[in-house]
């Protein structure tokens, strides 16, 4: 993946036209408009060839899901998903116009900006207008909300990747030498090196440049910190001296994690219920069940 500061201009008009590619079929016929100013500046400027430049291939953009993920599709949700497609378009625009030092393509650039700006304006209008006062107390800004996905993100990914992680491990230990204090250590090596590495990784996933996700060095140690903690949670029962004991504790917590883990999948990031609960649940069984297979042989 290029970071944003390493795009040529070129490239950065062609990914400005892949953005408008991915958001046409949502956003119809302005959007189509930016599509055919950004081309024609374009063949203006590099000719006829258009590199192949996506989202995913630049650090700082958001992830977004397949629009069968979003099901069921409500107007609330809906709504949402339009909100943080401008503010991310805005977003990119205004980051890209900085960025090009070519007085046409940032004129463009600038231009298309401000129409994104007036997207969530005509947004906050027709919100006023027509959705009940009910919901609308219930909703945050456009920027608001894109803060919120890339802040609670890092440290929720560190949460679940601590928790289900660093299972078989402890239990792989503890059914191995059935007792408190070497599972205990191993416990939390495991809660301790885990935190390191996701948050090296995390930090040198994004630069942050481009979405505003904030200070890398911040969300590493959000996420490291976070995934630590999920590690900890079923070593500390190991303090107890009675081997016995410390596991039926360490289990009840572990539950007692991927439960909570799994409802704020559901309830903060809007993953389906279904979905939270087969991703966290039964993934940390298998790997509970694997370090139990293992200690045990």
């Known amino acids: 993946m290029k970071d944003f500061s390493e795009l040529s201009e070129q490239e950065l008009l062609a990914l400005a036209i892949s953005l408008e590619e991915d958001d046409i079929a949502a956003m119809a016929e302005e959007e189509n408009g930016h599509r055919h100013r950004l081309l024609e500046l374009y063949r203006v400027k590099f000719g006829q060839h258009i590199p192949l430049i996506r989202r995913q291939d630049v650090k700082g953009f958001l992830d977004r899901k397949s629009i069968w993920l979003l099901r069921p599709l409500g107007l609330e949700k809906v709504r949402a998903q339009a ?63 894109l803060f919120l996905l890339q802040i609670v993100q890092p440290g929720l990914a560190g949460l679940m990747d601590g928790s289900v992680s660093t299972l078989a491990p402890l239990f792989a230990a503890a059914f191995a030498t059935r007792a408190s204090w070497p599972t205990l250590l191993v416990g939390l090596a495991a809660a301790v090196g885990a935190g390191i590495s996701m948050g090296f990784a995390e930090a040198l996933s994004d630069n942050g440049s481009l979405t505003g996700r904030g200070s890398p060095v911040l969300r590493g140690v959000i996420c490291g910190i976070m995934t630590a903690v999920g590690g900890l949670g079923h070593a500390v029962p190991f303090l107890v001296p009675d081997f016995r004991t410390a596991t039926a504790i360490a289990v009840a917590v572990v539950a007692v994690e991927l439960a909570a883990i799994s409802w704020v999948r559901h309830h903060y990031m809007e993953t389906p219920l279904v979905s939270a609960v087969f991703q966290v649940v039964v993934g940390g069984l298998l790997v509970f069940g694997t370090g139990v297979l293992i200690g045990s042989s």
């Open 83 to 145: 909100e943080l497609m401008e503010a991310e378009s805005k977003r990119f625009y205004q980051r890209a116009a900085r960025h090009s030092t070519d007085t046409n393509i940032r004129q463009l650039l600038g231009d298309l900006a401000a129409e994104e700006r007036r997207h969530e304006a005509r947004a906050e209008e027709l919100e006023s207008e027509y959705v009940p006062a009910t919901v609308a107390k219930d909703e945050h800004e456009a920027e608001r909300r």
